[in-house]
């Protein structure tokens, strides 16, 4: 694919893109969030999540794992920093903001994971952190920090679920993410994509003091309904914020049309199979 990036968009390299929070919370809620519930499931059945189980999900986003534990019979707790996908998950989980019922205690806190600590209450027996790793740089030092405020509202011995993207030769959209690396390469910032390594969630869980107790792979495919819906899906990951800011909005549609073009079938539709791994921790 032939570079297209516009030079004259340089000097406002740093400024940043200017997004609209609650459509790409819309859009993650809507499109992309379903790819991953391959993997929630293997996780949950893996661990027989259930009535006894007490979970505590960081970065939740819009709710739907949370959901999927709670439909098990789970308690649930969950925490982001994202006003706009945890109003989406309050719709979602909350019987009184018009969500479903979930028959479960639920908790949907804006915030940290300090912040979900409940005087009186059990320790977690779980605590998931289902955002992959591993395809951004600095992601696993932001993750890192997570579990350091989680891990001592969790019991003794509780499971700690990490998940990462697979090997790039087994991910089709890394040659998508590609893109947002090629883009925001002027910055030079940590913010730009690079390919999974083999021990990513094995470094976090040993920087966090926890120990590797099993994993696991899942095939998760993109599927979306047309390349509008796949740029879309794609955008509202954060994944492409930093090529937003070395370009512009029209300048990472027009790569990310070109990037996706092998992956559109003759029904317009496209296609991405991808391999994610899970990584399951104890705490100490």
Not at 84 to 93: D, G, K, S, V, W
Not at 138 to 145: A, I, R, Y
Request: with cysteine.
């Amino acid at each position: 694919m032939t570079p297209t990036l516009v030079r004259q968009h340089l000097p406002h390299a740093g400024t940043a893109p200017r997004v609209d929070l609650r459509a790409r919370a819309r859009d993650w809620s809507e499109i992309q969030e379903r790819m991953l519930v391959p993997l929630y499931e293997a996780v949950y059945e893996r661990l027989d999540v259930g009535p006894a189980t007490r979970l505590l999900g960081l970065g939740c986003g819009s709710g739907l794992a949370l959901l999927m534990a709670a439909a098990r019979g789970a308690a649930v707790t969950g925490v982001d920093a994202s006003h706009e996908r945890m109003t989406l998950a309050r719709e979602r989980l909350l019987p009184e903001a018009g969500g479903a019922d979930t028959r479960a205690h639920t908790r949907l806190i804006d915030g940290s994971p300090r912040d979900a600590e409940e005087p009186g209450a059990p320790a977690y027996t779980l605590v998931t952190a289902f955002e992959p790793i591993g395809c951004l740089a600095g992601d696993s030092e932001g993750l890192g920090g997570l579990l350091a405020e989680a891990t001592p509202l969790a019991e003794r011995g509780a499971a700690v679920v990490l998940a990462g993207w697979g090997p790039p030769e087994r991910c089709a959209t890394a040659s998508v993410l590609r893109v947002a690396t090629k883009l925001a390469e002027p910055l030079r910032n940590t913010g730009s994509w690079r390919p999974a390594l083999r021990d990513d969630l094995e470094d976090v869980a040993q920087r966090a003091g926890l120990r590797p107790d099993g994993s696991g792979r899942v095939a998760c495919p993109f599927g979306y309904a047309d390349v509008d819906s796949a740029r879309r899906g794609l955008k509202s990951t954060g994944l492409f914020d930093a090529a937003m800011t070395a370009t512009d909005q029209v300048q990472v549609d027009k790569e990310l049309t070109e990037a996706l073009h092998p992956h559109q079938r003759q029904d317009g539709t496209v296609w991405m199979p991808n391999v994610f791994r899970y990584l399951i921790a104890r705490t100490p």
